[in-house]
Each structure stands twice: as structure tokens, then as C-alpha cells.
């Protein structure tokens, strides 16, 4: 029976890809000595796990969409899916380090990004669940497959500053808002009808008008 142990130990924006990436560099170690490891069809889940820091007065009034009230955050603030990731682990005999890609989304109608977009500042805490194969070789040159162990496990924490200059790299300053075809198509009229240069604009003359509407 093979062994393996996993640790995530960084991560860096992905510089040349067309869409968001990150990419974590993960540890795989052999923890059996007599096994040679042939091949690894790695899957892992990734979960952000809000529970694991504080926040801040702002952050909590941010993050009401989210979790809900503060007040109820020790029922409601439960971890959650941020990605799914693959990757080839090539053959190799004690430990090897690798690069797992994993794709980020600044639309915030996804729950991981409306939890960075709730951040101020600090890191992100992320559980990562590893599942696969193993093809490994014994010392007989037997050939063996083996499945990964739901157990097998790695926390990372994300720094928040990595997310928010990969995001600002490919969307600028804005965000994404997803809108239904009727919802939009009567921002447009309203954008026409008053001359604007954008939704944009449009969204912005609306919310000065409601905050004057509220305030009389």
C-alpha cells in the first residue's frame, strides 16, 4: 500500500493565461519507500473555510449577502466550494513539487467571489481535498493502482493582495454583475433616453436618484 502526503506551500498569479488563474505549488511526498510512483491522475476540491479567521466591523456588513446577519455567523458560516483542479503527477520516487492551476472568476454572482470581494485585507483560508489514482511500482515490478484517500488534506492560506492583482490585471478596477436580457435591455433604454456614455454611467445616475428619492 502506497502512502502519499500532500502540502501546499505557495501560490502566484499565472502572468499569460487569457482568463484568471492561480497557481498553487503543491508538495506530493512518498511516504513508501518500496513503492515507485508511476503515474498520479490528481483531483482536488477546493474549499474556502470562512470560519478559520476574523473579520472586521466592514467586512461583516459585507458579507451579510453571504452568511447572513453576524449575529447568526455560528450557524451559517460554514465552509464552501471555490474550484475544482486536475492535474498529471509524472513518476517520481520520494517527493516532487508541481503547479496546480486553478481558474478564479471575478462575477459576483459566485459565492467565492463575493467572499474576496468582502475581504479588506489578509488571506483567504482554503481547504484543499485530494482524490485520484496512484500507479505506483513495488519492488518486484509489480505494477499496482491504488485509490487517494478522501483523508488526504491541505490548508493554505491565500493572501488576499495575490487575488486582487490577478483580478485588477485582467478586469481592471470593476467588477462583474450578472443581469437578465429584460433587465439589461431596460438599463439600455434608460441609458439612451438620457444620454449616457454606459451602463456604467446609467447604473450610477440611477443610484444618485434613488439615494435623493430616499433622503427626502
Not at 477546493?46 to 478559520?52: A, V
Amino acid at each position: 500500500m502506497v502512502d502519499l502526503t500532500f502540502e501546499v506551500s505557495g501560490v502566484e498569479a499565472e502572468p499569460f493565461s487569457v482568463s484568471p488563474l492561480l497557481n498553487f505549488s503543491l508538495r506530493i511526498a512518498n511516504a513508501t519507500p518500496r513503492a515507485r510512483i508511476r503515474n498520479v491522475t490528481l483531483g482536488c476540491q477546493i474549499r474556502i473555510e470562512p470560519m478559520r479567521r476574523s473579520y472586521r466591523v466592514e467586512e461583516k456588513e459585507r458579507l451579510v449577502e453571504l452568511f447572513g446577519a453576524p449575529e447568526h455567523w455560528g450557524q451559517s458560516l460554514r465552509s464552501f466550494v471555490f474550484a475544482h483542479a486536475s492535474v498529471a503527477v509524472p513518476a517520481f520516487d520520494e517527493e516532487t513539487i508541481l503547479r496546480l492551476p486553478v481558474a478564479c472568476t471575478r462575477d459576483v454572482a459566485i459565492a467565492s467571489a463575493k467572499y474576496f470581494g468582502g475581504l479588506i485585507d489578509g488571506a483567504a483560508p482554503l481547504l484543499f481535498l485530494f482524490s485520484g489514482s496512484v500507479f505506483y511500482t513495488e519492488e518486484n515490478g509489480a505494477l499496482r493502482v491504488e485509490q487517494i484517500p478522501w483523508s488526504k488534506e491541505a490548508s493554505f492560506a491565500l493572501p488576499l493582495a495575490i487575488v486582487e492583482r490577478l483580478m485588477t490585471r485582467h478586469y481592471g478596477e470593476g467588477d462583474w454583475i450578472r443581469l437578465g436580457a429584460e433587465t439589461l435591455e431596460r438599463l439600455r433604454r434608460f441609458q439612451r433616453r438620457a444620454a449616457l456614455l454606459g451602463e456604467a454611467e446609467a447604473v450610477a445616475r440611477l443610484l444618485d436618484e434613488a439615494e435623493m428619492e430616499a433622503t427626502r
